[in-house]
């Protein structure tokens, strides 16, 4: 069996966020849009923590659970922001949302 090494784990969280990338790019959807921006997130999560791991130092997983905290209360301010949005347009999709006048 292969034990994984830093080089794999910067390549799946490189993969990861070249995916959440390509999300945001490619996609029209505010949520697709919303769900790759945290994905991107994720992967550099990620590559804190291998990091941390292979340098044998807590430093880098401490910035990731405070990382996280905050993307916690991003996700419920970001969720809401795109619900009022929603209400107000009935739609979701990026292209429609040209202007932010109500």
């Known amino acids: 069996m292969i034990t994984p090494t830093l080089q794999h784990y910067l390549v799946v969280s490189g993969l990861l966020?070249?995916?959440?990338?390509?999300g945001v790019l490619a996609r029209r959807n505010l949520l697709v849009v919303y769900m790759s921006l945290e994905l991107m997130l994720n992967a550099a999560n990620?590559?804190?923590v291998a990091f941390s791991h292979f340098n044998n130092q807590l430093n880098g997983q401490v910035m990731v659970f405070?990382?996280?905290?905050?993307?916690?209360?991003?996700?419920a301010v970001?969720?809401?922001?795109?619900?009022?949005?929603?209400?107000?347009?009935?739609?979701a999709h990026v292209e429609d949302l040209s202007s932010l006048k109500f």
């Open 17 to 22: 966020f070249c995916l959440g990338l390509l």
């Open 78 to 91: 970001g969720l809401a922001l795109i619900v009022a949005i929603y209400r107000k347009r009935q739609t």
């Open 46 to 48: 990620l590559a804190l």
């Open 66 to 75: 405070f990382i996280i905290t905050v993307a916690a209360a991003e996700v």
